[in-house]
């Protein structure tokens, strides 16, 4: 069975600063998705980044950027120039191939925003 | 775009009452909605997934009876918790795949913004 671990409860940066969630996973699949989604207070989830497991490029986008290390099974977040709205709850999540569209959610990472 | 639409946000309700739960897709198709609980500080975990048109697939553990999944359009899907106790207090979110983007196997889910249930 799939699983992911996110081994951080709580980060904590300070605002304009980089810093870099972790996230591994555990998969016996060789084509599978990535995503960290982002949960503020108001609860409601909201899609951070993307990655395909067949794309060795690293996904971008603006100031989120993650480190796919296939091999290792590891999908890190980064977010650089931080701001005190990205002050959330981030989750990694895994999703199988086609045909599925169960998604794996990690523990969730706490990240806080000091300004 | 993509907004999906969770109604109530909260509710409170007493013990061995039901209580239903929507999940609306706002402005798109929606053939698969996914539910899932979300204990405090804890991840989500799927209860069911609902497809339009055909019974829910609920996850083992999951008691198909107590809550029951309807998914009678392509823009509404149901949750409804029947004999509440306390320890069905939880947070409910529900999520919605695009029928359009049905071919993009990166396309993320929508979620609705939740709704916590307390039964007292």
């Known amino acids: 069975a799939q699983t992911v671990t996110q081994s951080q409860p709580e980060m904590s940066v300070q605002e304009a600063e980089t810093v870099t969630l972790s996230c591994t996973y555990d998969t016996s699949e060789s084509d599978y998705y990535l995503f960290w989604y982002k949960q503020p207070p108001s609860r409601q989830m909201i899609l951070v980044i993307r990655q395909e497991a067949y794309k060795q490029q690293n996904a971008t986008e603006n100031r989120f950027s993650v480190n796919f290390q296939k091999a290792a099974k590891s999908f890190s977040l980064k977010i650089s120039d931080s701001q005190l709205g990205d002050a959330a709850m981030y989750f990694c999540a895994y999703r199988s191939p086609p045909g599925t569209y169960k998604y794996i959610f990690g523990t969730g990472t706490r990240l806080k925003v000091l300004a | 775009g993509a907004v999906v639409s969770q109604h109530p946000s909260w509710v409170i309700c007493k013990s061995g009452t039901s209580v239903k739960i929507e999940c609306r897709s706002l402005d798109f198709q929606a053939t698969t909605m996914f539910w899932y609980r979300q204990f405090p500080k804890q991840s989500l975990m799927l209860m069911a997934t609902s497809n339009e048109g055909s019974k829910a697939t609920y996850e083992q553990g999951v008691e198909k009876d107590k809550f029951l999944i309807n998914h009678a359009s392509l823009t509404l899907s149901t949750l409804t918790v029947t004999s509440a106790h306390p320890e069905d207090s939880s947070f409910y979110i529900c999520?919605?795949?695009?029928?359009?983007?049905?071919?993009?196997?990166?396309?993320?889910?929508?979620f609705g913004n939740g709704t916590r249930l307390t039964v007292t």
């Open positions: 999520s919605a795949r695009d029928r359009l983007q049905s071919g993009a196997y990166n396309s993320p889910l929508h």
